[in-house]
Nanobody, 115 residues
Framework: QGRLVESGGGLVQAGGSLRLSCAASQVITSVFNSETKGWYRQAPGQQREPVASISSGGRTNYSDSVNGRFTISKDSAKKRLYLQMNSLKAEDTAVYYC??????WGQGTQVTVSS
């Protein structure tokens, strides 16, 4: 698997915001542009779950739990993926992973929201 590099995680109080970034420098540009990209998260003791995705055409999709609070975006020129997270809740605490298609994944960045 090709590796992506996430950054931007950390500790934040409930109601706060964080912006996650995902660098996909190892991904061929044509692959980055043609594949659906997104973010998953995994909380302790739980399965990894999808959070948000963005298609090659720019169509976005969000889980019900984050819809209206999180925004996914991409910068194709820089091969970067972003997740703007607002109005964070304690239940958003998890390790967040970015992906490009099925085979390119990051190692995760920890987001901890204190209540």
């Amino acid at each position: 698997q090709g590796r992506l590099v996430e950054s931007g995680g950390g500790l934040v109080q409930a109601g706060g915001s964080l912006r996650l970034s995902c660098a996909a420098s190892q991904v061929i540009t044509s692959v980055f542009n043609s594949e659906t990209k997104g973010w998953y998260r995994q909380a302790p003791g739980q399965q990894r779950e999808p959070v948000a995705s963005i298609s090659s055409g720019g169509r976005t999709n969000y889980s019900d739990s984050v819809n209206g609070r999180f925004t996914i975006s991409k910068d194709s020129a820089k091969k970067r993926l972003y997740l703007q997270m607002n109005s964070l809740k304690a239940e958003d605490t998890a390790v967040y992973y970015c992906h490009v298609g099925r085979y390119y994944w990051g190692q995760g960045t920890q987001v901890t929201v204190s209540s």
